[in-house]
């Protein structure tokens, strides 16, 4: 089993829909979640980050995490199309700075 | 205004070369890291560094080299043991204190075969 999984997709939605992302992990000891956004033939750029359980707003973005589950999410609302881009979930244990990512979801958001 | 600069931005390899990519960085950050990218595989990390003059492989180190002989700067050679080096190269820096940060990336280096 992967420590983290993530749908690469690609998921199509139209413009103004509500998106979901998803990923989920196998390591419980993962404390700090990250999400970050990747246009094509560019760097990754973080979105969002979280500690722990519970939600995180800004703006059009929330981030969500359940540990109970070993389940984070991102929820885009009235989604764009400069939204179209692949997401990556991230996270790391505490006393180590090296992130695990998944693989990253391409989304499509059409006009 | 700080940030990390991959330079170049496209590279071309003959078959046998060794080639460096750039990695600078001015946030001040301690740790600096090394990942490929290929479509469908997601980011792998190479090596990874959170000191200088001290480094550390990642999953996939075979065929590459790293130094860090100053802060800011961690290049990475591609040798010419590395069989398939054509992927997008990822320069990454985050700070070692606890707390949640995440990494900042360069805009990448497209390393292509010639």
């Known amino acids: 089993q992967k420590e983290v999984e993530q749908d690469p997709g690609p998921l199509s939605v139209p413009e103004g829909a509500i998106v979901s992302l998803n990923c989920t992990y196998s390591?419980?000891?993962?404390?700090?979640f990250m999400w970050y956004r990747q246009y094509s033939r560019k760097g990754p750029e973080l979105l969002m980050y979280?500690?722990?359980?519970g939600n995180k707003e800004d703006g059009r973005f929330t981030a969500q995490v359940d540990k109970s589950s070993k389940y984070i999410s991102l929820f885009i609302r009235d989604s764009q199309p400069s939204d179209s881009a692949t997401y990556l979930c991230?996270?790391?244990?505490?006393?180590?700075?090296?992130?695990?990512f998944g693989k990253g979801t391409m989304l499509l958001v059409s006009p | 205004d700080g940030g990390i600069t991959q330079s170049p931005k496209y590279l071309f390899r003959k078959e046998g070369q060794n080639v460096t990519l750039s990695c600078e960085q001015n946030?001040?950050?301690?740790?600096m890291y090394w990942y490929r990218q290929d479509p469908g595989q997601g980011l792998r990390l190479i090596y990874y560094?959170?000191?200088?003059?001290?480094?550390q492989k990642g999953d996939i180190a075979e065929g590459y080299s790293v130094s860090r002989e100053k802060k800011e700067s961690f290049p990475l050679t591609v040798t010419s043991a590395q069989k398939n080096p054509t992927a997008f190269y990822l320069c990454?820096?985050?700070?070692?204190?606890?707390?949640?940060?995440?990494?900042?990336f360069g805009s990448g280096t497209r390393l292509t075969v010639v």
């Open positions: 990454a820096s985050t700070t070692t204190r606890e707390g949640n940060y995440g990494y900042t």
């Open positions: 390591n419980s000891a993962f404390q700090y």
């Open positions: 979280t500690y722990s359980s």
């Open positions: 991230a996270m790391r244990t505490p006393g180590y700075s090296t992130l695990t």
């Open positions: 946030l001040n950050h301690d740790a």
């Open positions: 560094s959170q000191i200088v003059n001290d480094f």
